[in-house]
């Protein structure tokens, strides 16, 4: 895709200094978003002309520009600087790109035949089971709830779903980046479930009495504050 500033057809466009990708589709209402590449994205209708798509940008652009650079600062993983968060705290590793290695406290990580990130991303999976494992037996049997086995899960949607049937919880790899008491919450959150499978007020009274600041850590969640 060409680089202009023209709203006509799918491109890169500039637009007050802020890049954007502009889509012309079928639909009834212009769309703003921000897509898996931390690029904004405008969903335009096909006959919409360009005056009321620079009234609309004008309006959202810069909002949106704005939650775009706090999400980029946010990242779990920050390849450029060799760091990534891991229970709420920047964890540095050296990057031995003649070995394809990445060390980090000494424990080292071959990624010959995958991606930098997918080596990360098995410590941080190490990291989160054995934590994730003790935890939830203490929080299982302070609950009154049955053994539940766990797995972890490149999961986008959701922190963690617990398979009540099956007793398994699945856990996103991403929740390793959140303070371990944030974590608690999540694990919380999944048990009680076992006694309200619905959001009830209920469901939540059980979530206040074993995490009395769950919404403050509901909240760094959504924000991904990690600490």
Known sequence: ?????????????VFDGIDLIIRRKNIKNLIIKI??????????????????????L????????????ERELNKPINEIENWFYLFGQKK?????????????NNYKI???????????????????????????????????????????RKKRNAWATNHVLKKIIYYSINLSS??????????VHELAHNKFPNHSPEFWNLIKKYEPNFKIKKLKLKNNIYY
Do not use: C, G, T
């Open 1 to 13: 895709m060409k680089k202009h500033s023209q709203f006509k057809d799918d491109s890169i466009n």
């Open 35 to 56: 897509n898996r590449k931390n690029e904004i994205e405008v969903s335009v209708p096909n006959k919409l002309n360009d005056e009321n798509i620079i009234i609309f």
């Open 58 to 69: 004008k309006k959202h652009l810069k909002r949106f520009d704005k939650y775009r650079k």
């Open 92 to 104: 540095y590793f050296l990057d031995d790109q003649n070995n394809k290695k990445i060390i980090i």
């Open 110 to 152: 071959s990624y010959l035949n995958k991606q930098k990130i997918e080596a990360i991303d098995f410590y941080r999976k190490k990291e989160l089971i054995q934590y994730l494992v003790n935890k939830q037996i203490f929080l299982e049997k302070l609950m009154n709830i049955e053994p539940h086995k766990i797995k972890i």
């Open 178 to 187: 959140f303070d371990k008491e944030i974590i608690d919450y999540v694990i």
